[in-house]
């Protein structure tokens, strides 16, 4: 009785202990004003239980959905109400893991109770087998990836969706970005031709004719992934997936880039992309990746800016070194600070 006393007490800790670690309390924010339509705005709505009923007056955001990130999704989701003509005509797709899934919907709730949004189950077993180590490890995880199985988890009524980053905040009204012409093309993305292409990929890749044949024949530009227009139906139509999963397998094989999901991208789309307008995508605020320095922002006008990069704004400023850019973001913080709670 003693030995079976002894280890009931052990399997007890251990539980413990396992709780203890893969736990982590979801931080508290203030709840969110209701933004109302323009009087201009068509009065509609969506559920989901239409799956398959296509309303054009409907504006579909995807985004990723975790704890490390919750603070920049909150203050992305409510930088895109806050400048939205309609906001109610908005619809937030978000893409999540198992874990916590249950608590990140209370807290997306309770901080916006008027949004119009859903919660889908990205299976990480999807990417299980296919992700290399990369130059940094929040590149490594697996809703990094979610982006690719967007047209798989998204209602097949959803034929175009607007996938954002959980690290920015745009400071325009997001019909502009979602009304663009895609003219054919399945992804419309801000392109950057000055920054040289090779570079993303390994002396492997270039030395080896059959996987440098996949971008002969283009004049491929480096995009950002964080910020894409996608046509939905064309990528199913074409089976984008099982293309950008190709790339995923090669790289495991034979190593041929360093960063994360973004080469696959690259090799599948570039040079056969709808330019999209800089102002969409003021990317690199979070410095490079192995540092994350200060930068400043790009010439020209701005709809949106993105702390792409090691660099988060919501860190700088709990450390006290932020970045003079980072002044654009806190604004949109919602996050409720300790001191906000207590008594003194």
Known sequence: MRLKSKLHCLLLIFLLVVTAATSTELPFFREAPAFRNGGECA?????????????????????????TYLRGSVAGVFS????????????FHFIGTMRQRADLRRT????????????????????????????????????????????????P????VIYLDSDLIVVDDV?????????????????????NFTNY????????????????????????TGVMVIDLWKWREGKYTEKLEYWMRIQKKYRIYELGSLPPFLLVFAGDVE??????????????????LCRDLHPGPVSLLHWSGKGKPWLRIDNKKPCPLDSLWAPYDLFRHNSLFSDS
């Open 43 to 67: 009065k509609t709505s969506w559920s989901s239980l239409h799956k398959r009923a296509h309303n054009p007056s409907i504006i579909h955001i995807a985004m990723t959905l975790d704890s």
């Open 80 to 91: 895109v109400l806050q400048h939205a003509t309609c906001p109610e005509n908005i619809v």
């Open 108 to 155: 997306i709730t309770a901080t916006f109770p008027y949004l119009n949004f859903e919660i889908y189950h990205f299976n990480t077993n999807l990417v299980k087998g296919k992700i290399s180590y990369s130059i940094r490890q929040a590149l490594d995880q697996p809703l990094n990836y979610a982006r690719i199985y967007l047209a798989d988890l998204l209602p």
């Open 157 to 160: 009524g959803v034929r175009r």
């Open 175 to 195: 019909a502009k970005l979602w009304s663009i012409n895609l003219r054919g093309h399945v992804v419309g993305a801000p392109e950057y031709c000055h920054a």
């Open 201 to 224: 990929f390994t002396s492997k890749f270039w030395s080896n004719p059959v996987f440098a044949e996949a971008v002969r024949g283009r004049k491929p530009c480096y995009f950002n």
């Open 275 to 292: 330019g999209v307008e800089h102002r969409w995508n003021q990317h690199g605020l979070g410095g490079d990746n192995l540092e994350g």
